[in-house]
C-alpha cells in the first residue's frame, strides 16, 4: 500500500511488502515525489483515465507496469482511491497493490506456447497436405505409367494393321474401274476410320513419352505466335478473331518448345471447336504472385512441383467466346477419352496429353468457365 498527498505528489507512507518488491527502502520513498517509482510504462490513455477518476473522486482500478529499483520490471494491479477531509476537500490518494508478475509470467509462457502448439499444428498439417499431395502425385505417376505401357502395347498390336489396311484402301482406291456412288463412300468412311485409329494410337504415343523433354531456354511469346501462325488457315475458316494481349518484358523460361507448341495447338484447336459459328479467342500473358486463393485452386496434384501462394508465375490464358462446359463435365475434361466434342471430332486424349507436358514441366494446366461466357485455358509455370 503506498498513501501520497495530493497537494504535492510525496510519498506519505509505505507498507514493508511494497519495499520488497520495489527493492525501495523506507528512506527512499517517504517524502520523495511518486515520480520516483518510475511509473511510466503504461499506456498514456490509461493515465489519463487514472487521473479524471481518482481527481474527480472516483475509485480506479487497473495494472501497472512498473521498474524496480535494480532496473527490473513488475506487474501490479492496483485499486487507487481518494480520501477527503471534512470539507470534502481531497487531502491523499490511497493505493493498494499487488504483485502479479509471476502470474503475467505463466500467462506470456502460456501464450508462447500456445503459439508454438498453432504453429506446430500448422507445420503437421502442411506436412499432411505435403503427403497427400505426394501420394496423389505417385497414384498420378503409376497411372500414366500403366497408360505408357498400354500406349506401347496398342502400337505393336494396332498400328501394323492400321498400315495394313491404309496400304489396302489406296490399292482398292487405284483399282476400282467404276464409279459406284455407294462403293465410293464406303471407302472414304474406311478412310476416316483408320486415320481416326490413328489419331488414337498417335496420342497415346505421346502420353507414354511425355516425359522425354528436351530441355531450352524458350521465349514463351514466340512459342504463342508460331502456334498461332501454324493454325492461321483453321483460324479464318472458322472465322475467329484473334485478339493478343501479352504482357511487356515476360521471362524466358526452360523449356521443351516442341511439346510446349503441342500444348498450346491443342488448345487453340479446342477453343476452335468450341466456337463453330465463329468468335473472339483471347490470348493473353502476365507474370505474377500466387494469392493463397489462387494457390488453393491449383487443381489436383503436380507431377514435378506444387504451386504455392507468393510463388512468382507465368501465366498463359486462352479465352474462347463458346458456349462453355457444363458443370457436371468440367471435373472429367482431363480423364483419358473423355471429351465434350461431338463424335468424329476428338480422341479424349487431348487434355489429357496436355495436361501431362505441362505437369512434367512442374507446371499447371487448368480450365474453367468464364463468368461472361466462353473457357479460359491457364497454363502456370513457376519463373
Avoid at 503475467?104 to 502442411?126: C, F, G, I, S, V
Avoid at 464409279?179 to 468412311?189: C, G, L, N, R, S
Avoid at 478473331?241 to 488448345?267: H, S, T, Y
Avoid at 507465368?314 to 463424335?343: A, C, R
Amino acid at each position: 500500500m503506498v498513501v501520497i498527498s495530493s497537494s504535492r505528489g510525496d510519498i506519505e507512507y509505505v507498507n514493508p511488502k511494497f519495499t520488497q518488491v520495489t527493492g525501495y527502502t523506507l528512506e527512499e520513498l517517504i517524502g520523495k515525489n511518486v515520480r520516483v517509482l518510475k511509473s511510466d510504462h503504461t499506456s498514456r490513455e490509461e493515465y489519463a483515465r487514472l487521473w479524471d477518476d481518482i481527481s474527480a473522486g472516483r475509485e480506479w482500478r487497473g495494472q501497472f507496469y512498473n521498474r524496480k529499483k535494480n532496473g527490473e520490471f513488475y506487474w501490479a494491479t492496483a485499486i487507487i482511491s481518494s480520501i477527503k477531509n471534512a470539507e470534502g476537500v481531497i487531502t491523499h490518494y490511497v493505493s493498494v497493490q499487488e504483485d502479479i508478475t509471476e502470474r503475467k509470467q505463466a500467462e506470456e509462457q502460456m501464450r508462447q506456447l500456445n503459439e508454438d502448439l498453432l504453429r506446430k499444428q500448422q507445420e503437421l498439417l502442411a506436412a499432411m497436405e505435403e503427403l497427400e499431395a505426394t501420394q496423389m502425385q505417385l497414384v498420378e505417376a503409376e497411372k500414366m505409367k500403366t497408360i505408357g505401357d498400354l500406349a506401347a502395347g496398342v502400337v505393336h498390336e494396332v498400328k501394323n494393321p492400321l498400315g495394313i489396311l491404309r496400304l489396302g484402301l489406296e490399292y482398292l482406291s487405284r483399282q476400282r474401274g467404276n464409279k459406284d456412288p455407294d462403293a465410293v463412300q464406303i471407302m472414304d468412311d474406311m478412310r476416316h476410320a483408320v486415320e481416326r485409329a490413328s489419331s488414337v494410337v498417335g496420342e497415346l504415343l505421346s502420353l507414354g513419352k511425355a516425359q522425354e523433354l528436351a530441355m531450352g531456354t524458350v521465349d514463351l511469346h514466340n512459342l504463342l505466335e508460331g502456334s498461332l501462325a501454324l493454325l492461321r488457315v483453321a483460324l479464318a475458316n472458322n472465322r475467329v478473331k484473334v485478339v493478343r494481349e501479352l504482357a511487356p518484358g515476360l521471362p524466358a523460361l526452360r523449356l521443351d518448345a516442341r511439346k510446349i507448341e503441342q500444348v498450346f495447338i491443342n488448345l487453340v484447336m479446342n477453343a476452335i471447336h468450341a466456337m463453330p459459328d465463329g468468335g473472339t479467342l483471347t490470348v493473353r500473358t502476365c507474370v505474377k504472385q500466387l494469392d493463397p486463393a489462387e494457390a488453393d485452386a491449383v487443381p489436383g496434384p503436380q507431377l514435378r512441383s506444387r504451386l504455392r501462394s507468393g510463388d512468382t508465375v507465368v501465366m498463359v490464358d486462352i479465352d474462347d467466346t463458346g458456349i462453355g462446359i457444363s458443370e457436371d463435365k468440367l471435373p472429367k475434361v482431363f480423364d483419358p477419352f473423355f471429351t465434350t466434342k461431338t463424335q468424329g471430332k476428338g480422341t479424349g486424349l487431348g487434355l489429357t496429353v496436355c495436361k501431362t507436358i505441362v505437369g512434367f514441366h512442374g507446371g499447371v494446366l487448368n480450365l474453367r468457365n468464364r463468368p461472361e461466357g466462353g473457357v479460359r485455358a491457364s497454363v502456370m509455370f513457376k519463373a
